[in-house]
């Protein structure tokens, strides 16, 4: 089994993710179960899965959306957002 993103961590990707093992993780999910769900066209419909070459992507913005983390819709969003930005804070002159 493996661990799963903290929010703060979801929130910190960039525009595009692996399949695996970013919106696995974030689903909770095994990376068999991941890539199966995905051959299956089983994942959440919010979820679409892209084809780049071998690799299988997701945008960020519908993982976001489908675990209720837009910014503006969630406190926890909010907290977590805060939460980043102290994490890597912006470099001063």
Not at 25 to 36: D, P, V
Not at 65 to 72: D, I
């Amino acid at each position: 089994m493996t661990a799963a993103l903290s929010v703060a961590e979801i929130l910190d990707l960039p525009a595009l993710v692996p399949l695996w093992p970013t919106v696995g993780k974030a689903l909770g999910l095994a990376e068999s179960t991941t890539y199966q769900l995905a051959a299956e066209n089983r994942l959440p419909s919010d979820l679409e899965v892209i084809r780049l070459g071998r690799r299988r992507v997701v945008r960020t913005v519908d993982l976001h959306k489908f675990l209720g983390l837009t910014p503006g819709n969630s406190e926890t969003a909010a907290e977590a957002t805060a939460a980043v930005s102290n994490e890597h804070p912006s470099p001063t002159a």
